[in-house]
């Protein structure tokens, strides 16, 4: 959609602010995981679903602007946490994941352009949250000490089965919503 459509300056900014308030607004809806110190949570149908709105650099400055606002203090990140002190915290990696997934989701869809739409859509999400999942792993062995396996067990395995709902949320949706504007 994003990548297809008009990608002006004033576009690019609208759907930036868009989709960093999407994300703090999904940021909100958030399950804790017994032995994970990072929740479950929504957040990441707008990280990935930016890409496919406003294309890799509108997802990639949709989520700068989230993150700048979380640098800046604002409560936006999930649980109603903010600062710097949430940024370099257990979900740091998670959050960095944040400004990659956008380009991989739409990079990915873009290069599978030939697939059905839905198909396409849901190897970059999917690929979008496997990118998300290693960096937040990574960061929980290198800033947190943790092993490998245990980054594996309480970082990536419990996000395993919402990472992949979500990615069926985000195919189905673009592919509802590309659709119904091909109608008009």
Request: one cysteine or more; charged letters at 5%.
């Given at each position: 959609m994003g990548a297809r459509g008009d990608n002006?300056?004033?576009?690019?900014?609208?759907?930036?602010?868009?989709?960093?308030?999407?994300?703090?607004?999904?940021?909100?809806?958030?399950?804790?995981?017994?032995?994970?110190?990072?929740?479950?949570s929504l957040q990441t149908l707008a990280v990935i679903g930016s890409a496919y709105v406003a294309g890799g650099l509108g997802g990639l400055l949709a989520m700068g602007l989230y993150l700048g606002a979380a640098a800046a203090g604002?409560?936006?990140?999930?649980?109603?946490?903010?600062?710097?002190?949430?940024?370099?915290?257990?979900?740091?990696?998670?959050?960095?994941?944040f400004l990659a997934a956008p380009l991989v989701a739409h990079g990915l869809s873009e290069s599978a352009r030939d697939w059905p739409r839905p198909l396409g859509v849901a190897l970059g999400a999917g690929l979008a949250h496997v990118a998300i999942l290693a960096?937040?792993?990574?960061?929980?062995?290198?800033?947190?000490?943790?092993?490998?396996?245990?980054?594996?067990?309480?970082?990536?395995?419990?996000?395993?089965?919402?990472?992949?709902?979500?990615?069926?949320?985000i195919a189905l949706g673009v592919w509802a919503l590309e659709a119904a504007l091909h109608k008009g």
């Open positions: 002006s300056p004033g576009r690019l900014a609208a759907v930036a602010v868009g989709g960093a308030l999407a994300c703090a607004a999904l940021a909100r809806v958030t399950l804790d995981v017994p032995g994970s110190p990072v929740p479950v604002a409560p936006v990140l999930a649980d109603g946490a903010g600062g710097m002190a949430a940024l370099t915290g257990p979900s740091a990696g998670y959050l960095a994941g960096l937040g792993a990574a960061w929980l062995v290198g800033g947190f000490g943790a092993g490998s396996q245990q980054a594996i067990d309480q970082g990536v395995v419990p996000f395993l089965a919402g990472g992949a709902m979500k990615t069926g949320v």
